[in-house]
């Protein structure tokens, strides 16, 4: 079946550091991929998605390539500030019109100044 | 994009009652999905609500225990039922826009406690 899996957490880092949140993933066809942010006491905010093979998302100074080789959709950010601080989420859909989203388990980012 | 509210935001209430959650969209959407985030956990499916006809239940959910309505395009609600601890969680609603059917926009969510 589809999954994804996720880093654990939690992730602690200090301002201006460097970021990667690891995420691969096992599905079937070829699944679309996104990052979701929840900021604390927040509901989920789309941050980034690709949706095929070697495609780039990229919002607010992140990133993920869709690598269709490795089954990986790693989040990086250059430089974090402590705005970023929040619960990620991996996850994929199967690109068919209905199909639920299948999450990672989150990873926590903490980020102090 | 799409924005979408729900109400009640939070909410604590007894064991045994129900609560009605709703999710309002600001444009007429394709598909609406409950999702069910436990504490330190990650998002799990509910169902989804179809508009005119009865929702699609995940296993593990049952329509006693989570009735769905989804009467028109831009408006669903979700009752937990018979309330216990165990259902403490925060409850979110998702839509697929027409356009964009591989991408979910979620509401706030809502934080329910029972005790």
């Known amino acids: 079946g589809n999954s994804v899996t996720q880093m654990e957490g939690p992730v602690t880092l200090s301002e201006e550091a460097f970021l990667t949140i690891n995420c691969t993933y096992t599905a079937t066809g070829y699944p679309s991929l996104f990052w979701y942010v929840q900021y604390p006491g927040e509901g989920l905010q789309l941050l980034l998605k690709a949706t095929k093979a070697d495609d780039k998302g990229s919002n607010k100074g992140f990133e993920a390539t869709y690598r269709k080789e490795t089954t990986s959709f790693h989040l990086e950010k250059g430089s974090v500030q402590v705005s970023d601080s929040a619960v990620y989420f991996c996850?994929?859909?199967?690109?068919?019109?209905?199909?639920?989203?299948?999450f990672g388990k989150g990873t926590t980012l903490s980020v102090s100044s | 994009s799409a924005v979408i509210s729900q109400k009640p935001s939070r909410d604590i209430c007894q064991r045994g009652t129900s609560l009605t959650i709703q999710c309002q969209v600001d444009?007429?959407?394709?598909?609406m999905f409950w999702y069910r985030q436990q504490p330190g956990q990650s998002l799990t499916l509910i169902a989804t609500a179809n508009q005119g006809s009865e929702a699609t239940y995940e296993s593990g959910f049952v329509i006693d225990k989570f009735p769905i309505s989804r009467p028109n395009l831009t408006f669903s609600t979700l009752t937990v039922s018979n309330m216990s601890p165990e259902d403490s969680s925060i409850y979110l609603c998702?839509?697929?826009?027409?356009?964009?059917?591989?991408?979910?926009?979620f509401g706030p969510g809502t934080r329910l406690t029972v005790l």
């Open positions: 998702s839509v697929e826009v027409a356009g964009s059917t591989d991408t979910q926009y």
């Open positions: 444009s007429q959407v394709t598909m």
């Open positions: 996850a994929l859909t199967t690109n068919q019109a209905g199909t639920a989203l299948i």
